[in-house]
């Protein structure tokens, strides 16, 4: 297994390098000091045919300029809070109004532009990187120093795990996930929406508008939102489902595990044989279709469209500030926050 690092940019007067992962079978994972973004996942198909399964550029320059997040960590805290604001113990907080005039993944910067220390990690059957980031007191708005550790493992039975480890010294909001869009055509081939989405999920939260959580939590029975038979995505997206509708012609909706603890993912594409496992400790996932990635920029030589990637943003609940009766994100300063998710590629189709 190695790590092999090449220079990709400048960013803040700082050196973005990237660093690419190699297992032992040629499965590669490449990401850099910059918002921990993920710029390649590079797995065999069931022929043994090795192709990036991310959305990424291929020039540092374009992540500035045109990156909705592509393969970022997102914090302080993940999707919308609304209005740009929250109480925490009677104290009012305003937050960076980036998608006006709400909070937007983790304000101007959040975690997702800010340049990361890394360490590297080389051992027998796992190499990965360790990025270390301290989020100032009133950093995007939200209180207390917050200091930030994310580990990427990669492992020989082609699995890649990501770990979240945060500490604060004031009571604060973390919600962190990892923003990468899947397509496992291969080098972007073909659309998200014929890939096959299952997982144990039987409530979806429902979207206001704004799309954010208005709060009702929704029955995903004979609706587009239940996946607990394997369906192919596109099924769901071009229904006239009210909720699709809104989100723009596709998913942008959390989806509420059915059980607690750990919970799996499937996605898969047929025509390739490749497959992915998400497995998680987080109670919900947001699912986007990338609806809104059309723009006047390519990637990886594709140009921008809607559908080409596919996001499973395991995470806490959107929004969950404003919700008493989500799951919380607030973190003590005696507690360490701490979430796992782990993505393991296969080459045959598995499930439906
Ligand atoms: C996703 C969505 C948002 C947004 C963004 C780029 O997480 O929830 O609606 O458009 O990423």
Redesign the pocket.
């Known amino acids: 297994m190695k790590i092999v690092e090449r220079e990709f940019g400048n960013y803040d007067s700082e050196l973005v390098i990237e660093y690419t992962l190699t297992n032992d079978f040629g499965m590669s994972v490449s990401c850099l000091n910059y918002g921990c973004v993920i710029t390649k996942i590079i797995v065999p198909d069931r022929n043994g045919h090795f192709e990036n399964v991310v959305l990424g550029f291929d020039r540092f320059e374009d992540y500035l300029e045109w990156s909705?997040?592509f393969g970022a960590v997102?914090g302080r805290v993940?999707?919308?809070i609304k209005d740009a604001q929250f109480q925490l113990d009677g104290e009012k907080y305003l937050l960076a109004a980036n998608d006006y005039p709400n909070h937007?993944?983790g304000g101007q910067k959040g975690f997702s532009s800010v340049i990361w220390k890394t360490e590297k990690i080389e051992q027998e059957n796992m190499v990965g990187m360790k990025y270390f980031y301290r989020s100032m007191d009133g950093e995007e708005g939200y209180p207390g120093n917050l200091d930030i550790a994310v580990t990427y493992l990669l492992s020989n039975t082609n699995e890649l795990s990501i770990s979240y480890e945060a500490r604060t010294d004031h009571k604060t909001l973390i919600n962190l996930t990892n923003?990468s869009y899947f397509n496992l055509s291969g080098n972007l081939k073909r659309d998200c929406s014929e890939h096959i989405l299952q997982l144990e999920s039987d409530r979806f939260l429902e979207l206001g508008l704004d799309?954010i959580p208005t709060g009702k939590m929704l029955e995903s029975k004979n609706t587009p939102f239940d996946f607990n038979q394997g369906r192919f995505l596109l099924s769901g997206m071009k229904s006239s489902h009210p909720q699709i509708v809104l989100?723009g012609n596709g998913y942008?909706h959390p989806l509420l595990f059915k059980k607690s603890g750990e919970n799996t993912i499937m996605l898969s594409d047929k025509e390739s044989g490749r497959s992915l496992r998400v497995t998680t400790d987080q109670p919900c996932v947001?699912l986007?279709t990338s609806?809104?990635l059309e723009g006047p920029f390519s990637i990886s030589g594709v140009r921008a469209r809607n559908y080409l990637g596919v996001?499973l943003?395991t995470q806490g609940l959107?929004d969950a500030v404003h919700h008493p009766e989500f799951s919380t994100v607030i973190l003590h300063p005696e507690e360490v926050y701490y979430s796992k998710t782990k993505y393991r590629f296969f080459s045959n189709t598995i499930g439906v």
């Open positions: 909705p997040y997102i993940a999707g919308r937007l993944h923003h799309l989100a942008d947001v986007y609806n809104q996001c943003e959107p």
